[in-house]
């Protein structure tokens, strides 16, 4: 889930962005709003056991990591962006013309050694299956983040450069890769003459036309040393799999040896989704393959056109308000409102979610017309009995990751403050 986090650097525009009450003074830019959304398929990583008991190290490997970035300024005109992965810069980009905003679709390599404390995480979450009575002969699949930075960057009138700082917390698969009974990973296959799969590839042939129901092929391959049976599974992103399917590999006509299946994938709707094989205990995975079909055309039982498919509900965008008290009694109250702006009218689920804490249940609220579009509002009032100092956001799940920025609730309970609307993007 992302996580958003703006570092003041200036005086004037950090009261601007935390609601201090007092008006940003004098040229300097401030900015509005700083996210990275992830987006895309999560990659995968392998880490590995070296005695045979415990799991210790990660594989060293790249990593394709994708986002959304969306950075705005409430004054000023941003001069361009970069990207960290651990302190590693892998993007720098000025902005041409200096517009007030951008929002653009990015897509970057990273490696493993910018995993940083996200590696120890991803080794200790291995081995805390062992803890829960798994056994490290057995593959295992867990989830885990890793934080990479964006940095916004505009000119002030003097034309020094003033940066400010978002997260966007980025999924990572990692697979905790199993022991063969016989010991540690690398003595089975390292033995002269043992059988072994050098490598695995999918490839997917998709359907001519978008008329629907239509059918799909996928095919796997495996390159391996000599004849012998190989082991896989189909993995679909979203975490469907196949059961194990065994194919034998044998001797081509080039002098390789190889291990081939075909599998059909019966398509009924709209499909987008990517497909991929992985060598059941040997770590060895292919590349993912997308399968995309629109299915514009539907044919019917008996040969006629369908009904197309209804459109599902869609959050586009999502705003928070939060009205804090005007008064240094307490118990007081303040007034959080959300705005969701969505595709279409009806029922939209969301959940609140505290910057230092859970995610709270699903919210729903009804999308009316309004202006051009359709917007849900939803208004919640929040006792405060003592000092608080918090942020909250709302995210919308199944809408691609659209999420509001935080908005600050303060009260100190001893000293008046006046009441801000705060407004996230």
């Avoid at 969306?70 to 720098?92: E, F, N, Q, T, W």
């Avoid at 499909?271 to 059941?280: A, I, R």
Wanted: proline share 7%; glycine share 12%; net charge positive.
């Amino acid at each position: 889930m992302t996580r958003i986090r703006f570092l003041g650097l200036a005086a004037s525009a950090a009261a601007m962005l935390l609601g201090a009450g007092a008006a940003a003074a004098g040229p300097s830019p401030v900015f509005d709003h700083i996210t990275l959304t992830p987006t895309g398929i999560p990659p995968v990583i392998i880490v590995e056991s070296q005695d045979g008991k415990k799991w210790s190290k990660i594989r060293p490997q790249k990593l394709l990591l994708s986002g959304k970035v969306d950075v705005a300024m409430d004054k000023g005109r941003l001069s361009g962006y970069s990207l960290a992965h651990s302190g590693v810069k892998l993007i720098d980009k000025s902005v041409p013309n200096q517009p007030k905003s951008i929002k653009t679709e990015i897509s970057f390599q990273s490696h493993t050694n910018n995993l940083a404390i996200a590696s120890i995480t991803a080794v200790a979450t291995c081995n805390g299956k062992l803890a829960s009575g798994k056994g490290i002969h057995q593959d295992h699949l867990v989830g885990i983040t890793s934080d990479v930075t964006l940095i916004g960057r505009a000119r002030d009138d003097g034309l020094s450069e003033i940066k400010r700082e978002g997260y966007g917390s980025f999924p990572i698969t990692v697979k905790c890769l199993g022991v063969p009974e016989a010991g540690p990973q690398a003595g089975a296959d390292d033995l002269a003459g043992a059988f072994a799969v050098k490598s695995a590839a999918l490839g997917i042939h998709k359907p001519q036309s978008n008329a629907c129901p239509t059918t799909a092929s996928i095919n796997a391959r495996f390159e391996t040393n000599m004849k012998g049976k190989v082991t896989f599974i189909y993995r679909r992103a979203g975490g469907g799999k196949s059961n194990p399917i065994t194919v034998n590999a044998k001797k081509m006509p080039n002098g390789k040896f190889m291990a081939v299946h075909n599998q059909d994938v019966k398509i009924d709707k709209a499909t987008d989704t990517k497909y991929m094989v992985e060598v059941v205990g040997k770590g060895i995975i292919s590349d993912w393959q997308s399968l995309k079909v629109p299915c514009k055309i539907q044919t019917g039982g008996n040969g006629g056109l369908a009904p197309t498919p209804e459109v599902p509900m869609k959050a586009l965008s999502a705003q928070i308000g939060i009205k804090g008290p005007k008064t240094k009694l307490c118990p007081a109250t303040a007034t959080l409102m959300a705005w969701i702006k969505t595709n279409k009218p009806g029922k939209i689920g969301f959940r609140l979610m505290r910057k230092d804490g859970p995610v709270g249940p699903m919210i729903f609220a009804t999308a009316v017309k309004s202006g051009n579009g359709y917007m849900a509002t939803y208004t919640r009032k929040i006792e405060i009995a003592g000092p608080v100092s918090q942020s909250y956001a709302i995210v919308v799940p199944g809408s691609g990751g659209v999420a509001s920025n935080f908005a600050p609730l303060k009260a100190s309970c001893s000293i008046k403050q006046p009441g801000e609307l705060k407004k996230g993007s």
